[in-house]
């Protein structure tokens, strides 16, 4: 097992800590804000629909236009302590939300909140990847996310299922979950990113624009059709929520299951075709997905967008560790977020318009093509010469 780890037997202990402790802050978060305000800000705090899902934008944004500072906090500071203060700041968020009768305290525990996190992603990708083993860093990325994304959905999946109930027992479980990750971060306390020496060559800052792209069209694309696809695949595809669910399963399963190859074939071969390849897929699967008429077409489209995502990761990831500066690494890596959850605030309204003005096929076939130009854009970008 350890041959094909991307990351070395000595201080593995340490990063499953790691991973497991923001895997629960992920699912306590998700669990929370989607899984359990929505049945227990009603009727234990009496605060409607606006002032708890207000809660989770201020929660947000907070959290996304600090990334970069929380990205060299958590290199200079420390990400132990900084992970430490982010699990106590989501641990005493739960313990004062009995008492949060007005809107106001709501929001001001979802700022609090959501800043303390904005350390989170900038530290633990620069983490995985400088502690990777040399010509690994693709997939150590790739793994990372891979190990942590799941537990949003069992957070949201699990509270929402027992707070729908019974909201008390769903605070309490996210209150033990979250203890959980305290004790494990407090285990962190003194992690360290490591930093290596600096760089006699100055780093070109031009090249940093050559991220943005992407990092905000693979986020905007699919949030254009996030709100309403449950409508889209009842009204053109006649599938039921429970039909669509499993064909995203079945996508998304193959995407996961095929990132130990695609990783080692980016770390092996480079991240250009992987790059190139995997957003070309993702755009011919969106696209086609506006026309597409049977439940078998649909299928076989999640698979193709399921092989796409997972040459799409490991590209991105491969393409980010190699290029990103060595110096600031994670203040830099917490603008590219800050960029990317600007394409997430920024998709649905943009796809409500669409569909609003040319009809419900319109977001698909705008993503398609953001998919497809941005392929095209890195194919040229990265096949000149000083890339190879």
């Known amino acids: 097992m350890f041959r094909y780890l991307p990351w070395?037997?000595?201080?593995?202990?340490?990063?499953?800590?790691?991973?497991?402790?923001?895997?629960l802050m992920e699912g306590v978060r998700s669990g929370y804000f989607a899984g359990l305000l929505p049945f227990y800000a009603p009727e234990r705090l009496h605060l409607g629909p606006t002032a708890f899902t207000l809660a989770y934008t201020l929660h947000q944004l907070a959290e996304n236009l600090s990334k970069s500072f929380?990205?060299?906090?958590?290199?200079?500071?420390?990400?132990?302590?900084?992970?430490?203060?982010?699990a106590f700041a989501g641990l005493l968020a739960l313990l004062l939300t009995p008492m949060a009768q007005g809107a106001w305290l709501?929001?001001?525990?979802?700022?609090?909140?959501?800043?303390?996190?904005s350390t989170l992603y900038p530290g633990l990708m620069t983490y995985t990847s400088r502690i990777a083993l040399p010509g690994r860093e693709a997939r150590a990325l790739s793994f990372t996310l891979t190990l942590v994304m799941p537990w949003v959905g069992i957070g949201l999946v699990g509270v929402g299922q027992v707070a729908q109930g019974?909201?008390?027992?769903?605070?309490?479980?996210?209150?033990?979950?979250?203890?959980?990750a305290l004790a494990l971060a407090l285990s962190l306390l003194r992690l360290r990113i490591p930093v290596?020496?600096?760089?006699?060559?100055?780093?070109p800052l031009v090249r940093l624009l050559l991220f943005v792209p992407a990092a905000f069209g693979q986020t905007f694309a699919p949030a254009l059709v996030s709100l309403f696809l449950l409508r889209f695949a009842k009204e053109s595809l006649g599938l039921e929520p429970l039909q669509l669910g499993l064909l995203l399963l079945l996508g998304g399963g193959l995407a996961f299951g095929l990132l130990p190859f695609t990783g080692?074939?980016?770390?092996?071969?480079?991240?250009?075709?992987?790059?190139?390849?995997?957003?070309?897929?993702?755009?011919?699967?969106?696209?086609?997905?506006?026309?597409?008429?049977?439940?078998?077409?649909?299928?076989?489209?999640?698979?193709?967008?399921?092989?796409?995502f997972s040459l799409f990761m490991p590209g991105w990831n491969g393409f980010l560790a190699k290029n990103l500066?060595?110096?600031?690494?994670?203040?830099?890596?917490?603008?590219?977020?800050?960029?990317?959850?600007l394409g997430v605030a920024l998709g649905p309204v943009a796809g409500g318009a669409l569909w609003e003005a040319f009809g419900l096929h319109a977001p698909f076939l705008v993503g398609s093509a953001i998919f497809l130009a941005l392929s095209l854009f890195y194919a040229v970008v990265l096949g000149r010469a000083r890339w190879s």
């Not at 019974?166 to 959980?180: D, I, N, S, T, V």
């Not at 290596?196 to 780093?203: A, C, D, K, L």
């Not at 080692?264 to 993702?282: C, E, I, K, S």
Request: charged content about 15%; overall charge positive.
């Open 196 to 203: 290596p020496p600096p760089s006699r060559e100055r780093y």
């Open 8 to 23: 070395a037997r000595e201080g593995l202990s340490a990063l499953v800590r790691l991973l497991l402790a923001v895997g």
């Open 325 to 341: 500066p060595q110096e600031n690494r994670a203040a830099v890596w917490g603008t590219l977020m800050t960029v990317e959850g």
């Open 166 to 180: 019974h909201p008390e027992l769903g605070l309490k479980l996210l209150l033990g979950a979250q203890a959980l």
């Open 70 to 86: 929380g990205g060299l906090m958590a290199e200079r500071v420390g990400f132990g302590l900084t992970l430490s203060l982010a």
């Open 106 to 117: 709501l929001w001001a525990l979802g700022l609090l909140w959501g800043l303390s996190m």
């Open 264 to 308: 080692r074939l980016v770390d092996r071969r480079g991240y250009r075709l992987a790059l190139v390849g995997g957003l070309g897929l993702l755009g011919l699967a969106m696209g086609r997905l506006a026309f597409a008429s049977s439940w078998g077409e649909v299928a076989l489209l999640a698979l193709l967008a399921g092989v796409g």
